[in-house]
C-alpha cells in the first residue's frame, strides 16, 4: 500500500444504525487520532488524541460500534458512535467487563461500573479494589472499605450483603465467605448453605463427579458434598482426596488417604475407615488398588483389605510393572536401602520376591524393565478385553554404570503469541527430547525369575524394540540414543524374536534371549541387515528356498562379512569393498529371443573386490552451480573428483542367499549383457564400468592422460536408466594374469582353456589369445583347441577375412594423425590439435594361410603355405612374393574391406612347393602339379613341366591363346 504522506486510514467502519460512515484515521505529522466522516472527508473529532479504538456490541449476526474509547495520554474518556464531540466524563482508565454495556472505570484510585448511556450504577457504588473470578464471569466481588460484596453485573450491579471475606465462588448459587473470623456457604441472597462455624472452607475439584468441600474445624478436617452435606466430620488432621483419581467412575467404595493421632489409613467418602490408621504415611494408589505404605521407617505393599502383599523389610521398593494391566501375581520387588544422607546410594538397587527375599544382592545402579508388547487399554484399566497385554522378559541388570537423562535433540522453532490487547509477537519456543542412557559399568540380563540369563559382562548392549504404534523395529543401544525404556516410561517395548548385539572386551557380538551366545564377541563392529535381493523377502518362494531376510554384516580388521541371526556364517569376514549390485539371467537369453529376464533363474548379484588400487581424477566442466546473489542455478565451472578402480581382486556375491558364488578372486572380471557388450570392471581404456545399481550403467567420456599417454575418464554419465541392464551368467574372470570363461557360480567352461586376452565377437563366438596367437570359440565349445592363427586381414570380425599361422614376419611403421579435442580449465571444448603418430603393421614373410567367413569359419580345408587371391575391389592379395604379403601399403590406405567369398572365383593355394587352382566353394574339384603361377587379366597363367597354360579365373575353364 502506498504511504500517504499526511494520513494513513487505519479503519473503516460501516455502521448499522443510520449513521454515516466515518473512520479512525492517523496524522503522520502530529501522530495523533480523530474521526472522520469518509463520504464528506469532515473531522468528526479534531485529531488530538493518542490513541482512539471502538467499542462493539453484537446485535443479531451484525456488530455495531456503539462508542469510541479516546485516550488523551492522560485521561480517557466515551465518543458516541457517530462521533459526537459531547465528551463524556473523563477517567484516568477504563476496562471492559463481559457486558459490553458496562465498564469499569477508576479515578483516583476509586473504581465503579460506568454505563456510557446512563451513567454510575448507583447500587454498588465506589469500590477500592475488584476481581472477577474466572469461573463466573459475571460475577465480581469488590471491596468497599474492609468489607467485601458480590455483584452481578449481568442484572446491572444487584449485590449481595456485606462479608468479611469472600473465598470463592462454588456455584452459580453459592459462595464460601468469612463473617465474624468464621467460614460458610451462603447463596447471592444471603441464606445459609453451611453455618458459620469453621475456620477454612477449600473447594476441591477432581473431576467432574468428584467435587467437594474440605471443611476445617478446631484444626481438624472434614468433607461435605455440593449439595452442602457434612459426609464427614471435622476430626483428621490432614487427608489427601487426590487418590480419588486412581478409582473408575463405577467403582463400589472410593477412599483416600486421612491422618488421625499422627498416623495415616484410608477413610471412605462416606466416613468409614477401610485401612487403620497405623502407617507413617501413605505413597501411592495403583491402579490395581494397591497401596505403597511407610510403616517404621520401612516401604511395604497393601491391599484395600489391609492384607500385606509386600513386607515391611526396604527402605524403598518398586514393583516391575506397576504401569501395566495385567500385572502377574507372583512378581518380583527391585529393593534398596538409604544411606547414611538419606538419599539413595548408588548401585544399590537389587531383586526379592513378593516374601522379601533376596533374589538378587543390592548392587545394580538401574533395571529398565523389558516388556513384549501385544495389547493393552490405557483408558479404562479396569476393563479387559481379554486380549495378551504386555508380556514380562526381564529386566537391564547394570553393575557400575551411571543411568542419565540425557537430551537426544534440540528444537527451535517460532510461535504466534497474543497479548490481552490483541497484539501479536513472535516468540522463540526451544524444545528438548530426553532419553534414558546407561554410561559405563557392565551390563547383563535377570530373568522375571530372579535368575541371571545373561552375565553382566557386556560392556554395551543393542536390542531391537517394537514401537506400538506400529512404526515397526527401531534398535537402540543401552549408551547411546535414543536410549532404552527405562521403568515403563518410554513407548518403546522390546522385540525378542531379534537377538541382541553385546559388546565385551572392546569386540561385537549376538546373544539370544535365553543368555546363549550366537556371534562370538570377536568383531570390530556390527550392523543389522536386510536382504538386497530384488525378490519380496515376505514372498512364500522366498521363505521356501530358506533366503536369510535378516542378517548382521560384521567388520573384523577392515574387512567385512555376514552372519546369520542363528550364528551360521554366511560369509566370512574377508570382503574389502562392495563394488555394485547387478542382475545375472541365464545364458539362455542369447539365444532365445523370447527369454523372459523376471524367470526364475534370474540371480540378483554383488560385485565384491579386495585388495583396490584406486586411482583418482579430478576434472572440471561446465555445469550448474548455484548463486547466492540470485538464488538460481548458473551455468559455471564444476570440478568433479572421483576414484577409478585400476586394480583388485574380484569376486561375487549371491544377495539372496548372501553367500559367495565363486570362491576364487578374480584379478579382473568381463561382464556381458544381454546383447553382449562387455564391461571390464578395471580398466583405463575408456571402457564402460558398472554402477552403483542395477537400473543403470555408470560410464564416463575419455581425454587423454599426459601421464600415462591413455585415454582417461572425463565425464560420468548413466546408460540405460530407464530399463534395467540384466547380464548373462557367462563371462570372462582373470587369474593369475590368464582369462577364463566361466559362469556366475565359478566353474570354468571350454575344458577350462586359459587365455592371454579374449574378445568378444558375437553371439556364438569369442576370440582368443595365447601366446601371440588368437582362435574363435564358441561358448559352449569343448575342444579340440590346437588351431591357433597368429594374424588376420583385416581385424574385422563381421568381413570375410585372410588368416595366417606359424607366421613370421617383420613390423613397418605407417605414419598417421588423430585429432584430439582440447579443454579449458572450466572444462569447455576450446580446439581440436592433430597429434601425429606412427601404425605399425606386420609384413608376411613365411606362415600357412586359409580364409574365414562372417561366421568365423575357416574356408579352406587345408592351410596353404602360399596363396594367391585374384583382385577384389582393386586390392592385390598376391603373395607369390613373399617380401610383399598381405598388409601391402597399397591394400592399407584403401577405405573399405574387400570380399573373399566370390565363390565363382577361384584361387591359387600352394603346397609342399606344388600349386595348385581351385575354388573356395568346392575344394574337391582342383587342378594340381603347378610349378609357378600367375595372373594375367581375366587368366591363370600356369608351368607345368615347362609347359605354359592358361585356365579362366571364373569357372577354371581351360583357355587357348594364340
Known sequence: MKRITKLIVLLTVALNCGFAQISIEYVKKTKTYGIKN???????????????????????????????????????????????????????????????????????????????????LKGPGNFTSYNNPENNM??????????????????????????????????????????NNKCGVVNFSGDQKLDFIYDSIVFTSLRTIDEFIELRKDKKWGLADLSYKQIINCKYEIFDLKFLRNFSDSFPQKCFPAKLNSKWGMVSLTGQQIIPHEYDSVLDLRRDKRLTVVKNTKMGLIDLNNKILFPFLYDYFESENDNYVNESKEKNYFVCNKGANGK???????????????????????????????YRIPENFDKFDGRKDSTLVGYLWNIGGILKNEIQSTETFQESVFDEQGNERIDDVVRTFKVWTIKGGKTGIAGKDGKMIVPTVYDDMIFFFSRNDDRGDVRSSISNAPGIPSNNETDYLVNTSQPIIAKKDGKWGTIAWSGKEIIPCIYDSIFYEYTSSMLDANDSVFAARNYPKYFYKVYKNALHGYISTKGKILMPAEIERDVCDITISSIDSIVNPAYYPYHDHVTYTKILANNVKEKPYIICKQGYVHSPETGENETGPVTVEFNYIEKAKFSFQNNNTVQFMAPSKAEDVILLDKNLTPYLLSSLKGQLTISGNAKGVLGFDSILDKASGKRVFKEMYVRGSEEELFFIDHMFAKYDGKWYLQNITGVLLNNGQPFDSVEIVDKQKYKAWRQ?????????????????MDQEYPDKPFAERISCRNCKYTMKKYPRQTILEQFNAEGNQIRDSIIPYTFDIPVMQKGTYNIIDTTNKLLLKIWADEMILPPVNGYNFNMADSTSGIYDEKNFNKPGYPFFGTHKKSIALKYAQTWRLTTVQKQDVFIDGFTEVKIEGDNWVVKKKKKVLYYSIDGLKKVKKE
Open 38 to 120: 469518509v463520504k464528506t472527508r469532515q473531522w468528526l473529532t479534531q485529531p488530538v488524541y493518542k490513541n482512539i479504538s471502538e467499542v462493539s456490541s453484537l446485535s443479531g449476526e451484525i456488530t455495531a460500534i456503539r462508542y469510541y474509547i479516546a485516550n488523551t495520554g492522560k485521561k480517557m474518556f466515551f465518543i458516541l458512535a457517530n462521533g459526537s464531540t459531547s465528551i463524556s466524563p473523563q477517567f484516568d482508565e477504563i476496562i471492559s467487563s463481559s457486558n459490553p454495556e458496562l465498564f469499569v472505570v477508576k479515578n483516583k484510585n476509586v473504581y465503579c461500573f460506568f454505563n456510557p448511556g446512563s451513567g454510575i
Open 138 to 179: 459475571n460475577l465480581y466481588i469488590i471491596k468497599k472499605g474492609e468489607k467485601y460484596m458480590m455483584v452481578d453485573i449481568k442484572k446491572q450491579g444487584v449485590c449481595s450483603p456485606e462479608y468479611d471475606q469472600i473465598i470463592g465462588i462454588l456455584s452459580d448459587s453459592a459462595f464460601a465467605v468469612k463473617k
Open 344 to 374: 539413595f546410594k548408588g548401585q544399590s538397587l537389587g531383586m526379592a520376591d513378593s516374601t522379601g527375599k533376596i533374589l538378587l544382592p543390592m548392587n545394580a545402579n538401574s533395571i529398565p524393565i523389558f516388556q513384549t508388547y501385544n
Open 772 to 788: 601371440g596367437k588368437f582362435i574363435y570359440y564358441g561358448y559352449k565349445y569343448k575342444g579340440p583347441f590346437d588351431r591357433e
